[in-house]
């Protein structure tokens, strides 16, 4: 049995993704599709792409499958480190549209394990080598062995029951705080 690794970054979708990506996604970052709508995105024609094993992933994750969730340091809540255990509930593929990922469940990992830790394991043969993806530019999604998973739940306790977050993103409650600031002193 294998599971899958996806890594999201906290970049402004704007601003650093491509035309056709821009409109499939839920969310101003890339992490907040996962994070916050309990769901994974790749635009057409990326998601059938080879690289880092994508294509072999899209075309195989099924309903029930695990993943693990890796942030990279530009997402302030779980920067560079391995945080969410997944649980598929639902897989589409489209050559229009996109593929997508949306997770029956999400469990938090606490401790969340560092990318640091990570690297050890791996160079120490704990971990497969499909995990040193983990921080590489151009890396979003590849299939890993489950041992990868259950080396990660021995490690980390994924806590139960957690639900995408709709809190704002820091920035997003600055920039209503400064927007409504200089609304009302545009206003006099």
Known sequence: MEGFLIQVSGHPIKEEAKPEYIEGPKGTRFCDEPLRHGEYFNASPYWSREGFGR???????????????????????????????????????????????????MQELIPKMPYDDIRNDIEAGRLFDQMGY????????????????QRIRDLCSPRDDVEPTSTDHPNDSLRTIAEDYFADSTEE
Request: charged content about 25%; some cysteine.
């Open 55 to 105: 294509r072999d992933a899209w075309e195989t994750i099924t309903p029930g499958d695990e993943g693990l969730l890796y942030c990279t340091g530009s997402v302030d809540e779980h920067g560079a480190s391995l945080s969410h255990l997944l649980t598929v509930g639902d897989v589409s593929r489209d050559n229009v549209e996109g593929a997508r990922l949306e997770f029956s469940t």
């Open 134 to 149: 983990c921080g590489q530019e151009g890396f979003n999604i590849t299939r890993i062995p489950a041992s990868d998973i």
